[in-house]
């Protein structure tokens, strides 16, 4: 009797475990569902620039400061509407060619939905304006071509000051120094074809000629003899240079050897402390061109330049790394703010709405977007004199709708 009371008392625990297992839980109960997600999920950015070829070097230096700024904006997470987020940058190279950059910038929004891309160089922003606002993605812009604001695109971000500011000034502080005769040995891309054709009418404005135009490909050259030594024939007391970085030292250098004495005017492609890396500052003496980071005068600058040195075993990053941070770095403020990771248009309008910023949180403050996405700030300019660098100097932007550009350039004469 006792036995079949307990296989009864041990088939009752059973059925009502079984029904207890089986049963919904209670309108008191929590469940998993109304837990908050902790998932973070993620933002395709896109790049397209020189990742293999002639011009890698200058790709790299491009997305060594959009990872550095990706990396900082990951590892504080980006709200968007409550929803945790992350950036993941997708690098696709077109070895410096527009029909690649167009290519690529197609596969970056059909494949990874991307709202935005980067892209250094104007004959890829120029063959992406052509199908940008249809597709529905922002250009991100790396490029001085002043067209490229010009444009009327509704969906393009210049990063970076026109180089129309630059000649008239370097060319009446150059001259002076040296002399009125000029020769030109630019770069062949139609980037360079652009600059020198904004350079020869700047230079005869100010009564200065012309006596030699020798262009070469700075891409695909290792020895420029040749070329230098054409230029130097017409005995000018300046020479026009500029491409790439490296290549541009050579120039200068091997213009030296051959016995120049006088300045250079250096188009803003090629910056002034990286080929003092590969050529002596004896050899830049009298070379005007663009300040180099770590001589800007501002409060984000020299921030910026240590937690770059420090993540890029003592790198000194050049305007290529910096740009490109503080413009993902306003990209994110402005997905933030638009509350959409996906909709060009409102990521746009929500980038215009967080300027003016003007804190250390960027290399160089960013006054606002000007019309057709033109950069304000302004331009800042430097002189290799004595064999060191001389007081940069300021180039208001008037395409400034906010005064910034005029408050700095007070700031600037105040300290001389």
Request: hydrophobic share 40%; proline share 6%.
């Amino acid at each position: 009797m006792k036995r079949r009371k307990s296989i009864w008392l041990i088939l009752t625990l059973i059925i009502l475990l079984v029904v207890s297992g089986c049963s919904k839980p209670s309108n008191n109960t929590p469940s998993s569902s109304s837990e908050p997600s902790e998932e973070i999920k993620t933002i395709n950015i896109g790049y397209t620039g020189p990742l293999s070829g002639g011009a890698a070097l200058f790709g790299k230096e491009v997305t060594e400061g959009l990872d550095m700024a990706v990396d900082e904006i990951n590892e504080k997470g980006l709200m968007v509407n409550g929803q945790k987020y992350k950036i993941n940058l997708v690098k696709l190279d077109d070895q410096y060619m527009p029909d690649k950059a167009a290519t690529n910038a197609r596969r970056l929004k059909s494949e990874f939905n991307a709202p935005a891309v980067f892209i250094p160089h104007s004959g890829g922003a120029f063959a992406l304006q052509q199908f940008n606002e249809t597709d529905g993605f922002l250009i991100m812009a790396y490029t001085s071509e002043p067209k490229i604001a010009q444009a009327g695109n509704k969906l393009t971000v210049q990063m970076t000051s026109p180089y129309n500011l630059y000649q008239e000034i370097y060319s009446k502080l150059v001259m002076d120094k040296f002399g009125k005769k000029l020769a030109l040995i630019p770069t062949t891309s139609q980037y360079g074809k652009d600059w020198t054709s904004a350079m020869v009418p700047a230079w005869e404005k100010l009564g200065g000629t012309i006596v030699a135009n020798t262009p070469v490909d700075y891409n695909k050259e290792a020895d420029f003899n040749t070329y230098v030594s054409k230029a130097l024939a017409a005995k000018p007391d300046v020479l026009f240079v500029g491409g790439p970085s490296q290549p541009t030292a050579l120039v200068i250098k091997q213009a030296r050897q051959l016995g120049f004495k006088g300045g250079f005017v250096v188009m803003d492609q090629a910056k002034v402390e990286q080929m003092a890396a590969i050529i002596p500052m004896t050899d830049l003496e009298g070379a005007i061109g663009v300040t180099p980071v770590f001589q800007y005068p501002s409060d984000g600058a020299l921030p910026f330049v240590e937690r770059f040195k420090a993540k890029y075993n003592g790198k000194i990053p050049a305007w290529e790394a910096s740009k490109n941070y503080d413009h993902m770095m306003l990209l994110a403020r402005g997905i933030e703010k638009a509350g959409n990771v996906t909709d060009a248009v409102k990521i746009f309008e929500g980038m215009k709405a967080v300027t003016p910023i003007t804190d250390a949180s960027v290399t160089t403050p960013i006054p606002g977007i000007a019309a057709g996405g033109g950069s304000m700030t302004p331009g800042v300019g430097i002189m290799i004199e004595n064999g060191k660098y001389g007081k940069p100097f300021i180039i208001p932007n008037p395409a400034d709708t906010t005064g910034y550009n005029l408050e700095m350039m007070k700031k600037q004469e105040a300290k001389s």
